[in-house]
């Protein structure tokens, strides 16, 4: 009976990820300072920004990191992200119940394809109006003591990195791969949060917009900065 159910959400999250829901797309304008890279892991994506950017809106980043030219960060649940050991009962917990969150925090000291050189990646480029609002998305992702401090965490998962506790509940229905859908939606892309659940879902929306004649050349940076 476990075993029925548990195919039957699945089978519901391949097709509502595979289908082709992908909405118009407001254009970007291309701006010589703000590249944004999104970086897929396989199960999970996450957002490649300048420290520039973050460190005045995130100030305890910079005291935590020191000298960095990028962040990245990725959103998901707080046991299943910092756990080192899969296990099945552990991914029933985040998939099927309203768990914790986390936000994970990677330096990023040198080129972002050369550091990610395993990892698909796709970079946009955003208008200060844009790159300010996702700056503000990711801002308001990490959770904030009573002074406005982050809360941290244990240890990342590789290089740089450290955990810190994050803003909403992950379940099936708000993944990791959502929290980047709603980030991309934050800097004016028209794209449909509710079936975007899985890396895959994400990269293939990128690619196919900036495969479109009439919004692709507006993704292309007029300065390459690393």
Known sequence: MKNSILFLILLVVWYLTNTNLIGKSYKLMASQENEVFVVNHGWHTGFVVSSAGINEKIPNLKDRFRK???????????????????????????????????????????????????????????????????????SKSFFRDKKGNLEKLQKGLYGNSQFYKGVGDFHL??????????????????????????????????????????????????????
């Not at 309203?98 to 972002?112: L, N, Y």
Request: charged share 20%.
């Open 173 to 226: 229905m708000n993944t990791c791969n959502r929290w980047v859908a709603k980030g991309l939606q934050s800097v004016g892309l028209e794209i449909s949060t509710t079936y975007k659940l899985t890396a895959s879902s994400i990269m293939n929306y990128l690619t196919k917009v900036k495969k479109n004649k009439n919004l692709g050349s507006s993704f292309e940076c007029k300065v390459k900065l690393n």
């Open 68 to 138: 960095t030219k990028f962040f990245e960060f990725g959103w998901g649940d707080k046991d299943f992200y910092q756990t080192k050991d899969f296990s099945l009962s552990l991914t029933a917990s985040a998939i099927l119940w309203p768990t914790d969150s986390v936000m994970h925090v990677v330096a990023v000291p040198t080129m972002v394809e050369n550091y990610f050189s395993n990892s698909e990646v796709i970079k946009i480029c955003l208008s200060e109006k844009q790159f300010s609002s996702l700056i503000l998305f990711i």
